[in-house]
């Protein structure tokens, strides 16, 4: 049995789910989950699946057919993966821990389905977390005096590893732009730091209209 992931977005019109839905269906495949958002106010929806298959499904094969027959037609932003595969994750921490614990066990208990080849960090605060772990850590300091050189080596380590995204668990640094063009979209932040400088309801709301 073979599984894969499809991940949408795209301009929201009618029509999208059942074309969708019906091209997993033709190809004998049995969605076992399906998630779909739409962003009213920029008329943009989302929209995340799995399908399982009996057999082994040809990856390259039906992201050709699923392009020609449905991604087109709806000038869809999407990209469809192979469960078989175990993505590789990199883990920046800064010196809080309870989120990169929280990371850790997960990953420990095999909740998570990734490899971490490694932690970097811009402070050793947290290296003995990553040890009782058994995960390589790096202390690669950032100052304004060294970004740039930090950038680098860090861009270096995640190239060398191969790293697949990156998690920035309340990593308290800006993300230098060689980094964002080098993961574009791959990186996840589970600290959303910018939320003191918007304070009260909505922080989200407000922080989209500045």
């Known amino acids: ?15 999208i789910i059942a074309h969708v839905t019906s091209f997993f269906y ?4 049995n969605i076992i989950y399906i998630d779909q958002y739409v ?8 929209m995340r699946l799995e399908c399982e298959f009996n057999a082994e499904t040809n990856i390259s094969a039906t992201k050709d057919e699923f392009k020609e027959t449905v991604a087109e037609k709806y000038n869809m932003s999407w990209e469809m993966y192979s469960a078989n595969t175990t993505p590789r994750m990199a883990v920046f921490v800064s010196k809080y821990d309870h989120c990169l614990y929280d990371i850790l066990s997960r990953y420990k208990s095999n909740e998570l389905k990734v ?4 932690i970097i960090s811009n402070h050793k605060d947290l ?5 009782n772990f058994g995960i390589p850590f790096h202390h690669i300091p950032v100052t304004a005096q060294t970004k740039e050189k930090a950038a680098e080596f860090q861009l270096e380590l995640l190239q060398k590893e191969k790293v697949d995204f990156i998690v920035l668990a309340r990593y308290m640094q800006i993300i230098p732009k060689s980094l ?14 910018f939320l003191p400088a918007f304070a009260g309801a ?3 709301h407000l922080a989209y209209k500045r």
């Open 180 to 193: 964002i063009t080098a993961f574009p979209n791959r990186i996840i932040n589970i600290h959303h730091s």
């Open 127 to 131: 290296e003995q977390v990553a040890q």
């Open 202 to 204: 909505k922080p989200y």
């Open 26 to 29: 033709k190809k004998q495949g």
């Open 115 to 118: 490899i971490i080849p490694l």
């Open 39 to 46: 962003d009213v106010e920029n008329t943009v929806f989302f």
């Open 1 to 15: 049995m073979s599984k894969i992931t499809l991940l949408i977005y795209c301009p929201d019109t009618s029509g």
